[in-house]
Structure formats: structure tokens, C-alpha cells
């Protein structure tokens, strides 16, 4: 087995795996609403989001033994960077998981994107390391630690893959704001919106509750209470509504204007109810 099937192997592992781990993680992307800020946040929050014990160990053992017991050939240390890769990448797992990850049409232009990133750099950093020493077994080492690298910035291929489609996303997400407006400009019902720091969708459901024991009520759904959120409820639910006296928002704060965000599709806000003194 020569070197360049070898790194070939090795960049086609850590290609795989990456690309598992980017799916793995998101669910965390679109969580916090595409916002990379927010994502980095989430990933920095705990040690073992950006640096899991068992993978630095696992990789640490598998480069030391591709170097002490692959002298003298490429096939032996290949193997070894091979299983050893397997076994880093795969002991840890995002245990934060709740529930299985359907994908929205985004999320699968933002995986597509973060893969194509993640396997050209996967595979150029392993093809570019791994040429600085003559031993094959420093080399195919030197490769495995690339592959590890690669795999660790798992988020940043995800960050850089919603920034390469953040023109797209923006042209459809102003369109699919302009289509919630439509829709309320048609229907002109009067809008409650629900904001404050707990008890959102709690006194929604109660408002919409009380309400529609007289009128022609609709409430947001589960906790959707982001502007596109709202906007994708908007579209899924009212668009064949000709007729509606009271729409039910609840509306979620992340950062400084974003309840203002949230108003733009809901353009005609009557009332506002804060949850509690804070907001």
C-alpha cells in the first residue's frame, strides 16, 4: 500500500466522519436560529462540546502507536489510523439529543454546504501534512492528527457553510416575510403578542384559550416564537383563513430587537402583554 492510497483512506475517514458529526450537530445550528454568534456560544459552553476528552486521547494513542509500530511500511500504520480515527470520532456523542433530527429545506442547504467545505479542507490539510517528513509512519500519523483537526472544528465547517449561503437564505427568508404580511394584511385580525422571560407559552395557550371560546382565534403553535417562526406558522396555518378576529404571538427575546424583528411580519400589533415586569 503506497502513501497516497493511504492518505487517500485517511481523508475519506475523516471526510465520513465529519460529516456525520456536522449533521450530529445541526440540530444545534438551527436551534439557535442560524446565528453563529449564538452557535459559538453553545459550542464554547462546555468543555466537551469542543474538546472531548475521549477524543484527544483516542487520537493521541492512535498517532503514537502509527509512529512506534509502523516503521518500515505504509500498510500497518494505515490500519491503525483507520481504527483509531473510528474509535476517536465515534466515542463521543452529543447527548444533548432529545427527540430524531428532521431536517427543514435550510438545514439541508446548510449540511450541503459545510460537507463540500469540510471534505475539500479534509482532504487538502491531509495531503499537504502528511508530505513533510519521509517516514510513512510520521506521515500517516501526521495525517490521522489532521483528520482529528478537521473533525474538532466540526462547528466551523457549519458556521462557514451558513455564511457561504447567507445571500440565498436572506433573499428567502425576505420572502417569506413579505408572504406572512400579505397574509395578515388580508385577514387583518387584531394581534396579541406574548413576551417576557418565562411563561410565554404557557399564558399564550390561556389567552388563546379564553379568546376562542367567543371568537375566531389562532395561536402560534408549540413555542414557535422567532420571527421566522411566526412567519412560518403565519404561512403554514392562515394562509386559507379568510376570517380570524384575534391572532395569538408569542414572541421571544435573543437579543436586543428582536421583539421588533417579530413585528415586522406581525404588522399590525394591537396589544402587547408582558409576562412579567422584566420586559
Given at each position: 500500500?503506497?502513501?497516497?492510497?493511504?492518505?487517500?483512506?485517511?481523508?475519506?475517514?475523516?471526510?465520513?466522519?465529519?460529516?456525520?458529526?456536522?449533521?450530529?450537530?445541526?440540530?444545534?445550528?438551527?436551534?439557535?436560529?442560524?446565528?453563529?454568534?449564538?452557535?459559538a456560544a453553545w459550542w464554547f459552553a462546555q468543555r466537551e462540546r469542543f474538546l472531548p476528552r475521549q477524543a484527544v486521547n483516542a487520537g493521541a494513542v492512535t498517532v503514537?502507536?502509527?509512529?512506534?509500530?509502523?516503521?518500515?511500511?505504509?500498510?500497518?500504520?494505515?490500519?491503525?489510523?483507520?481504527?483509531?480515527?473510528?474509535?476517536?470520532?465515534?466515542?463521543?456523542?452529543?447527548?444533548?439529543?432529545?427527540?430524531?433530527?428532521?431536517?427543514?429545506?435550510?438545514?439541508?442547504?446548510?449540511?450541503v454546504a459545510a460537507w463540500v467545505i469540510e471534505s475539500l479542507v479534509a482532504a487538502l490539510l491531509i495531503f499537504w501534512a502528511a508530505s513533510a517528513f519521509e517516514s510513512?509512519?510520521?506521515?500517516?500519523?501526521?495525517?490521522?492528527?489532521?483528520?482529528?483537526?478537521?473533525?474538532?472544528?466540526?462547528?466551523?465547517?457549519?458556521?462557514?457553510?451558513?455564511?457561504?449561503?447567507?445571500?440565498?437564505?436572506?433573499?428567502?427568508?425576505?420572502?417569506?416575510?413579505?408572504?406572512?404580511?400579505?397574509?395578515?394584511?388580508?385577514?387583518?385580525?387584531?394581534?396579541?403578542?406574548?413576551?417576557?422571560?418565562?411563561?410565554?407559552?404557557?399564558?399564550?395557550?390561556?389567552?388563546?384559550?379564553?379568546?376562542?371560546?367567543?371568537?375566531?382565534?389562532?395561536?402560534?403553535?408549540?413555542?414557535?416564537?422567532?420571527?421566522?417562526?411566526?412567519?412560518?406558522?403565519i404561512n403554514a396555518d392562515l394562509t386559507d383563513h379568510y376570517a380570524l378576529d384575534y391572532f395569538v404571538v408569542e414572541m421571544g427575546a435573543y437579543f436586543p430587537g428582536?421583539?421588533?424583528?417579530?413585528?415586522?411580519?406581525?404588522?399590525?400589533?394591537?396589544?402587547?402583554?408582558?409576562?412579567?415586569?422584566?420586559?
Open positions: 500500500m503506497t502513501f497516497d492510497i493511504s492518505a487517500a483512506l485517511i481523508a475519506l475517514l475523516w471526510a465520513i466522519l465529519t460529516g456525520w458529526r456536522v449533521y450530529r450537530l445541526a440540530r444545534f445550528h438551527q436551534m439557535e436560529e442560524y446565528k453563529f454568534n449564538r452557535f503514537g502507536l502509527c509512529i512506534v509500530l509502523g516503521e518500515g511500511g505504509a500498510v500497518l500504520p494505515t490500519l491503525i489510523a483507520l481504527v483509531g480515527g473510528g474509535v476517536a470520532a465515534w466515542l463521543p456523542a452529543e447527548v444533548e439529543v432529545k427527540k430524531a433530527y428532521v431536517p427543514t429545506a435550510r438545514a439541508k442547504r446548510l449540511l510513512d509512519s510520521v506521515r500517516i500519523g501526521l495525517a490521522a492528527v489532521m483528520g482529528l483537526a478537521v473533525w474538532f472544528l466540526s462547528p466551523v465547517w457549519l458556521i462557514l457553510g451558513n455564511l457561504a449561503m447567507w445571500p440565498l437564505e436572506e433573499a428567502s427568508r425576505q420572502r417569506f416575510v413579505r408572504m406572512a404580511r400579505t397574509t395578515l394584511r388580508r385577514i387583518h385580525p387584531t394581534v396579541i403578542g406574548i413576551t417576557g422571560s418565562y411563561g410565554k407559552t404557557t399564558t399564550k395557550n390561556f389567552v388563546a384559550e379564553l379568546l376562542g371560546g367567543r371568537f375566531r382565534t389562532y395561536a402560534t403553535p408549540k413555542s414557535f416564537n422567532t420571527m421566522l417562526g411566526v412567519s412560518r406558522a428582536e421583539i421588533k424583528r417579530i413585528c415586522g411580519p406581525v404588522s399590525y400589533t394591537h396589544l402587547t402583554l408582558p409576562t412579567n415586569r422584566e420586559v
